[in-house]
């Protein structure tokens, strides 16, 4: 299927989750899982394997230190890529964010939230990830950049993948790791500019 797994526990006889039946008979262990990440989603430039959890970790982390200072935004959706042509090489993260009511947010706080995105991220990456920060203290990565996107984005994505074939309306999963540079552009393309407020 793809997705890498962790083992959580096993459910076993002695266990609540699992009905017994009403005569003793052996129940075999039952693993529970978790899904950690999908195969092919790692952000892996020199063996440092961040997943889609670090990031998510990280970006939910950040969201809860702004909330903390008084700015009430949401992760709409994220996506990324290693950007492999700088030097050295970087993480690229696509962000789409909201206000806590769903709704736009606006330019002036926009603004502020770029300014702050690359390094508040970039601290909560290297805690999520010790490799990561590893790589970092060695400069074989260069700091990680957030990007902004404009709202309606990941939909916009979404609907073109659909509509090209690429994905099957049964299988919709949030793309994390960006593959393809016409993908890379279509981000690009709907960067915000903030250097404009």
């Known amino acids: 299927m793809g ?9 076993s006889r002695a ?39 670090h990031v998510m970790n990280a970006l939910k982390q ?19 890529y290693p950007k492999l042509d700088a030097f050295p090489p970087q993480y690229i993260i696509f962000l789409e964010l909201i206000d806590e009511q769903g709704r736009k ?6 603004r502020v939230l770029q300014m702050m995105a690359n390094s508040e991220v970039e601290q909560q990456v290297c805690k999520a990830n010790e490799r990561y920060d590893a790589h970092r203290n060695i400069k074989k990565l260069g700091p990680l950049a957030c990007i902004l996107v404009q709202s309606g984005t990941f ?25 393809n540079e016409h993908d890379i552009q279509f981000f690009y393309d709907n960067k915000i500019d903030t250097s404009s407020y």
């Open 3 to 11: 997705d890498v797994i962790n083992c959580t526990r096993f459910v």
């Open 15 to 53: 266990d609540d989750l699992v009905p017994l039946p009403s005569k003793p008979v052996d129940i075999p262990r039952i693993p529970l899982i978790s899904i950690a990440y999908r195969i092919g989603s790692l952000l892996d430039v020199g063996g440092e394997k961040t997943n889609e959890q």
């Open 62 to 80: 950040t969201m809860y230190k702004w909330r903390d200072q008084g700015i009430s935004v949401d992760i709409c959706d994220f996506t990324s």
């Open 105 to 110: 947010i606006d330019d002036q706080q926009l």
């Open 155 to 179: 939909s916009t994505f979404l609907r073109k993948e659909l509509l090209n074939g690429r994905t099957n309306l049964i299988q919709i999963k949030p793309y994390r790791l960006l593959k």
